[in-house]
């Protein structure tokens, strides 16, 4: 077992996600919570959901800079 732990600290190299996954995993979490009755985009994002295109990462801005990840949600909120 410690010699799979030595080969793990050995191990040199990176994991880039692109900002499409995070925007796309923000919107899937956001949609999940109560109150939220959905995500609502900019005009063309609303024109490709009427062609019946899925756009999962709709209405989520991310940037991500080294050392932080910022997440802007656009909602539609349930009264």
Same mark, same amino acid.
Do not use: C, F, P, R
């Given at each position: +077992?410690? @010699?799979? =732990? @030595?080969? %793990? *600290?050995? +191990? *040199?190299? !990176?994991?880039? %996600?692109?900002?499409?996954?995070?925007?796309?995993?923000?919107?899937?979490?956001?949609? !999940?919570? !109560?109150?939220?009755?959905? +995500?609502?985009?900019?005009?063309?994002? !609303?024109? %490709?959901? *009427?062609?019946?295109? =899925?756009?999962?990462? $709709?209405?989520? =801005?991310?940037?991500?800079? @080294?050392?932080?990840?910022?997440? +802007?949600?656009?909602?539609?909120? $349930?009264?």
């Amino acid at each position: +077992m410690s @010699e799979n =732990k @030595e080969y %793990i *600290k050995d +191990m *040199k190299g !990176e994991v880039h %996600i692109a900002d499409d996954v995070v925007a796309i995993i923000a919107g899937i979490a956001a949609t !999940e919570v !109560e109150g939220v009755a959905s +995500m609502s985009g900019d005009i063309t994002n !609303e024109i %490709i959901s *009427k062609l019946g295109v =899925k756009n999962l990462a $709709k209405g989520v =801005k991310v940037d991500i800079s @080294e050392g932080y990840v910022s997440v +802007m949600l656009s909602l539609n909120i $349930k009264i």
